[in-house]
């Protein structure tokens, strides 16, 4: 007869669940970090200064692609070795990314390469999200469950947040900042944010060698009554569950908000530094702290919506995340072509000038 779990392994189960919230949360904080200034900052190492947007989104895009390569090889890493192996390579390759965009500043023509390079690293780092999810579904009962990944989830979502609450934060070091010889390295409101990524990667990688420990539990236990849960058990195994019925539309439908939804962070992750940047004829400082500034009430939105889903209930949620799209792509359409007359005054202006 399988015993009750003890005190001490209980406390070192949740102990290293804490851990993997702690790690969640570091690992949005340190992507978010960057987002407000990133386009000033290719436009800083730009040598040619004309750079377009369309290298903000390979950037973007090389961190997406490298994020969806690496989900995989996790996953069959954590079966076969275990959590602890790919969560420190990640934290590892989160490190080396980050050194490498804080230097890119000092790479002169090959800076905007090392930018996009060291965000394709950097994404191959957020297979700690699929490494901490599968973890907490080993690690946690059926009663457990639920509770534990609303945890990691608003984790994630307040690392969101205040990414670039960090990022105002550093304003004040201001555009040029200060060049320190004998590094050779460039500290400005651009790269500080990359070096605090560094300092953040280290102290979750501590966390990880020092206190984290696997720990796998019978998941068709209830271990607070001590009573087995044979029936979800045998449900699993009959013959009525090997062809179930599932409901089709639901889950492509699920599945396609989730991609609007993700689609529309990354597009507005890619253009909104620019968009701004053209529409309100904003320096580089102001765009970083103020597009900064609109992701972390964002970010603050973000969360509270996700606390509010038990009491406002789905369907609310889903009518108004749907209101407020159809609201938002008219504008954008209109500020779109407000960018387009703006650059095009602006050539004008300056081909009669010179």
């Known amino acids: ?10 406390r070192k189960r949740w102990r290293s669940f804490r851990i993997l919230c702690v790690t969640m949360f570091f690992d949005s904080l340190s992507f978010s970090i960057v987002i407000s ?18 290298y903000l989104g390979w950037a973007n895009i090389a961190f997406q692609l490298a994020g969806i390569c690496i989900d995989f090889i996790m996953g069959f890493w954590v079966n076969k070795r275990g959590s602890t192996e790919p969560l420190i390579a990640s934290m590892v390759l989160f490190g080396v990314g980050s050194f490498l965009y804080g230097y890119s500043q000092s790479m002169g023509s090959y ?13 191959f780092s957020t297979g700690i999200d699929v490494i901490a999810r599968s973890v907490v579904a080993q690690s946690t009962s059926l009663k457990e469950r639920t509770c534990a990944m609303a945890q990691m989830s608003i984790a994630q979502g307040a690392g969101f947040s205040f990414g670039p609450a960090i990022q105002l934060a550093l304003i004040p070091l201001g555009d040029k900042g ?30 990880l060698v020092g206190w984290y420990e696997e720990c796998k539990i019978n998941i068709y236990k209830d271990y607070d009554e001590h009573v087995d849960i044979m029936e979800y058990k045998d449900l699993i195994k009959s013959e009525e569950m090997k062809n179930p019925r599932w409901d089709v539309c639901a889950v492509v439908v699920t599945l396609f908000l989730y991609f609007t939804g993700q689609s529309a962070f990354a597009f507005q992750e890619t253009i909104l530094a620019p968009l701004a940047m053209y529409e309100f004829a904003w320096t580089k400082e102001e765009t970083a702290l103020w597009v900064g500034l609109m992701f972390f009430i964002a970010g603050i939105i973000a969360v509270a919506m996700f606390a509010l889903t038990e009491c406002l209930g789905k ?5 108004s995340c749907i209101e407020t799209f159809i609201w938002f792509i008219p504008r954008l359409h209109r500020d779109l072509n407000t960018v387009e007359k703006s650059k095009f005054y602006l050539h004008t202006s300056s081909k009669y000038t010179n």
């Open 315 to 319: 369907k609310y949620l889903f009518v």
């Open 1 to 10: 007869m399988e015993m009750k779990e003890s005190r001490e392994e209980y």
């Open 111 to 123: 800076g905007v390469m090392t930018v996009i390079i060291s965000r394709a690293i950097i994404g």
């Open 37 to 54: 200034s990133m386009w000033p900052y290719l436009q800083k190492i730009d040598a040619t200064k004309s750079i377009s947007p369309i």
């Open 178 to 207: 200060t060049y320190i010889e004998f590094l050779r390295l460039h500290l400005n409101l651009y790269t500080a944010p990359a070096f605090a990524s560094i300092f953040i990667a280290c102290l979750n990688l501590a966390l």
